[in-house]
């Protein structure tokens, strides 16, 4: 009798050992990039019954998303999404919807493998982008909407939407802000009958580097519309563009291309209507300067000299002295090393350090340090 009782002991104690595992195996594979390769995959995105729902994902093959209302369109409604188009092509052409719409969820857009000649999005709809709520981030990417009528690439109505670059091009404008929170770290932006930028109703936009143009279809290579402008800003916005563009910011071209409607007070401020802006706030952040790491068992701890202004630090580092296969770890810009454990011992590591500084909500990076070595103990 004691035998079979310790004998259902050892079994429910392996029971219950097992239930706490599968949860973190499932999760651990939820981790990992999944490929699409389908319409109906990439339509399912948001259904976690289904297999999908918030995580990494990758295209597989050229997709299109058909002409079906709703179902041309990939709406992501809540949870963390990272999709990368893998220099191939979501293709849709429902005029009505966006290609992906975003209302609540947090997305992060790439291309691993962007052309200049293959888009990552090439529709003919509502806009390639539509966020309400939530944030989108565009790391890069070629973005295309050719539907010919007041449409845009990217539509911004609520949310906040950062972009550190790509580029943008629609037929009315290549981003058409009506609310929410706009960052543009870099990027360029195309509308062939409108405005590269378009934003209205006194929308939070700061613009740090872009280049913006009007007039020019880069899908054709063809010239547009006549009456087009760079920048169109509608809105409580001074003449001078200070509150669109931030403090200390410059623009240039020949002419300059912005123009300011002030329709809160029924006036107008026309600088010029040239169809080309550049953008440029000329924001920099320095070089670390790192130390000689100190070895540790199965550890190490990378050192450097802080940057002044830096708003976080990012410690990259591999066993591989061309960094593939590193791993990055951000640390704050108060830390002047960081411990990195749990590695394999008496193996060489190489790491390097950059600092960040956040600038109206984007994150600048600075150069990576020199690269140093060092083997754990």
């Known amino acids: 009798m004691g035998i079979m009782k310790k004998s259902l002991s050892f079994i429910l104690c392996i029971a ?7 949860p973190i195996m499932t999760d651990t594979a939820a981790a990992k990039t999944k490929v699409i390769k389908s319409a109906s995959q990439l339509r399912d995105l948001h259904y976690k019954s289904k297999g999908f729902g918030p995580g990494s994902y990758k295209i597989g093959k050229d997709i299109d998303l058909g002409s079906n209302g709703t179902d ?26 966006p290609t992906f719409s975003i209302t609540g969820a947090h997305v992060t857009f790439k291309d691993s493998r962007m052309s200049s000649k293959k888009p990552s999005i090439n529709s003919t709809a509502l806009a390639c982008v539509q966020i309400k709520s939530g944030r989108a981030v565009y790391q890069n990417g070629f973005y295309v909407n050719n539907w010919n009528g007041d449409n845009d690439c990217l539509e911004v109505s609520g949310g906040v939407t950062t972009i550190m670059n790509g580029v ?13 929170v706009l960052r543009i770290a870099n990027g360029t932006f195309y509308a062939w009958e409108g405005f590269g930028l378009m934003t ?30 760079g920048i169109l800003s ?57 130390k000689k790491p100190s070895k540790a068992r199965k550890s190490f701890k990378a050192k450097w000299h802080k940057l002044s202004g ?17 791993s990055i770890k951000t640390v704050s810009g108060k830390k002047a090393s960081l411990s990195i454990r749990k590695l394999k011992s008496k193996k060489k590591y190489y790491v390097r350090v950059r600092a960040r500084q956040n600038v109206s909500g ?16």
């Open 72 to 97: 041309a369109c990939v709406p992501l409604i809540k949870g963390n999404y990272t999709i990368d188009f893998n220099g191939h092509t979501v293709m849709s052409s429902a005029a009505k919807v």
């Open 200 to 229: 209205s109703f006194n929308c939070s936009c700061k613009i740090i580097k872009g280049h913006f143009y009007s007039k020019y279809n880069p899908m054709t290579n063809r010239y547009g519309a006549d009456s087009a402008i």
């Open 362 to 377: 984007v994150m600048i990076n600075g150069p990576w340090s020199a690269q140093r070595s060092v083997k754990t103990k």
């Open 234 to 290: 509608m809105g409580y916005y001074t003449g001078d563009g200070s509150s669109l563009l931030g403090t200390g910011s410059s623009w240039s071209s020949s002419p300059m291309g912005i123009w300011f409607g002030n329709v809160g007070y029924g006036s107008t401020y026309c600088v010029s209507n040239s169809y080309d802006v550049t953008v440029n706030n000329s924001i920099t952040v320095g070089r670390v300067s790192i």
């Open 168 to 180: 943008f091009a629609g037929n009315s404008a290549g981003i058409g802000q009506t609310g929410g």
């Open 16 to 22: 219950v050992a097992i239930s706490f595992c599968i």
């Open 310 to 326: 830096a708003s976080d630090y990012q410690v990259q580092y591999s066993r591989n002295k061309s960094m593939k296969s590193s």
